[in-house]
Structure formats: C-alpha cells, structure tokens
C-alpha cells in the first residue's frame, strides 16, 4: 500500500510541475506573442483558470506528502519526503504572498480597466513563477529519488 502512496504521490507532483513549468516555458511566450489584446485577455482567462484549479492540486500535492513522510517514517528515503515538503510548503507561502496577489489583480483586468504598468505586474508574476518552479522541480526529485 505504501508503494502504490509513493507512486501516486509522484506522479501527482509530477503532472502538477508539468503544468507550472508549461505556464512558464510555454503558455506564457505564446500569450506574450499574441497581437493587439489578445495576450493580455489570455492571461486573465489563464489566471482565472488556474487560479481556481492550482490551490486545490497544491494542498493536495502537500497533503501526500505528508501521508508519505507519516506513513513511511522508519522507511528508506523519508528524509527526502520531508525536505519535498518543506520545498511545496515553501512554494504555498510563495504563492499566496508573492504570486497570487498578483493573479488576483490580472485575472480582473480587461483592456479598458488594465493599469498602465500591467506588463511590469505581469513580468513580476512570471520572474516569481520561475522561482516557483525551480522549487517544486527539486521537491519532485526529492520525491523521486525517495523511490530508490
């Protein structure tokens, strides 16, 4: 049973650093790329999306985690687990101060409405995203390297 935790609890925290490192390498250059309004509508519509999904996959993550480190506390590679956690904790805490601030304001915002410096918020947003993402990659190795 504790096998099967382990493999879900990777796989989950894998697909979820897939999507934030797309959002990062991917969505955003496109949207960025795009003519005229587009890119900023895009966005918004992104920000609202994943501002409602991304929570919920975070605490999730967190919580197998957890489940993970408890229930394989005198097994092979929990320290790992515990450091993976501590990592995701760290990217919640980056989340809700630095980022989703941020979202809330660009997931709100329409050509007529947008402020004059929405590019710079946006370049912010994404200059935190990065490190974001260079948090959950290492928490994700930890984790599969807790597999070995």
């Known amino acids: ?7 879900f609890t990777v ?3 894998g697909v979820m650093v897939g999507v934030e ?3 990062a390498f991917v969505m955003n250059p496109i949207l960025n790329a795009l003519p005229g309004d587009s890119g900023q509508l895009g966005h918004a519509h992104g920000g609202r999306l994943l501002g409602a999904v991304m929570p919920v996959w975070y605490i999730t993550s967190l919580v197998l ?3 993970w ?3 394989g506390w005198h097994h092979h590679g929990t320290g790992l687990v515990i450091t993976a956690g501590a990592l995701l ?3 919640v805490i980056m989340s809700v101060l630095l980022l989703v601030p941020i979202n809330n304001r660009n997931k709100a915002w329409t050509p007529e409405n947008r402020p004059e410096d ?3 918020q946006m370049n912010r947003w994404l200059r935190f995203h ?3 993402v260079a948090v959950i990659i290492a928490a994700f190795t930890l984790l599969a390297a807790a597999l070995a």
Do not use: G
């Open 21 to 23: 490192f797309s959002v």
């Open 118 to 120: 929405w590019k710079e």
């Open 130 to 132: 990065y490190v974001r």
């Open 1 to 7: 049973m504790l096998n099967a935790l382990e493999v």
């Open 89 to 91: 904790i760290l990217s």
């Open 65 to 67: 985690v957890a489940v």
């Open 11 to 13: 796989v989950v925290v």
């Open 69 to 71: 480190a408890i229930a």
